[in-house]
């Protein structure tokens, strides 16, 4: 029973991980790719 709870901690863990590197590259990714579709494109940053 102990080992079942601690593969669970494990996957847990590294959804949580994975899920948290994802967003702190994308959102700054996003941000940058915006400003240079305005700046190269002339496209609004909104759209």
Do not use: D
């Not at 029973?1 to 601690?6: G, H, K, P, T, V």
């Not at 590197?21 to 941000?31: D, G, K, N, R």
């Amino acid at each position: 029973m102990n080992i079942l709870i601690l593969i669970i901690a494990v996957v847990g863990g590294a959804a949580g991980l994975l899920s948290t590197i994802y967003l702190t590259v994308s959102l700054p990714a996003i941000i940058i790719w915006k400003i240079y579709r305005k700046i190269h494109l002339g496209i609004p940053i909104t759209k």
